[in-house]
């Protein structure tokens, strides 16, 4: 399955319940042969409300090459990868990540659409991938276990978490980001 090439947009979701609960916007842009999703979401978890920006530098193959992210509370975290699954963190190496292609920032789904485009799965097909895992809002990164499979490819895919055991069927617009994530996300732009 092949997306189409990523537009210059706007991408706004909302938490699963309501506004009252967490809003993400995120802006897309092309520059050279890199995709550039830089984003701002306002959440909660179960002890703290936060604040959340960050920059995610992709390549054409939509492997992460660089990504910011920063707190309101002054947390900070500066990852880059060399698209092959070598990674530094704020400059330190983290031979821990060896073997991630991508990462996934909890509070977004965004994140999600960097394995379902990158991996092109066919009618059927599944791929169990590890990726960099980072929490919100401590911006802690750990490996995490997952699998993703295409229900239909370029519209639907599911999720499962090889590490909790959580799954959610995401459908996705014609570019792969990811439309609603059952119980999380909705998305209103």
Request: hydrophobic share 35%; glycine share 8%; charged share 30%.
């Amino acid at each position: 399955m092949t997306f189409q090439a990523p537009t210059e947009r706007s991408i706004r979701w909302s938490a699963w319940e309501g506004f009252e609960d967490g809003l993400e916007h995120l802006d897309i842009r092309r520059h050279g042969g890199e995709t550039v999703a830089s984003g701002i979401i306002v959440g909660a978890d179960e002890d703290s409300c936060y604040g959340l920006t960050y920059d995610l530098v992709v390549d054409e193959a939509w492997r992460v090459r660089e990504a910011r992210l920063r707190t309101t509370a002054g947390h900070a975290l500066h990852l880059e990868s060399d698209g092959q699954g070598a990674w530094r963190a704020d400059s330190q190496p983290r031979p821990d990540l060896e073997g991630c292609i991508d990462i996934d920032i909890e509070a977004t789904p965004l994140t999600n659409t960097l394995p379902i485009r990158r991996l092109s799965l066919g009618r059927g097909r599944s791929a169990a991938i590890d990726v960099a895992y980072i929490r919100v809002p401590s911006l802690a990164v750990e490996v995490g276990r997952q699998r993703y499979t295409a229900l239909e490819p370029g519209s639907l895919y599911r999720f499962e978490s090889l590490d909790s055991g959580f799954r959610a069927d995401l459908p996705v617009d014609h570019e792969g980001f990811v439309m609603n994530y059952p119980r999380l996300f909705r998305r209103w732009t």
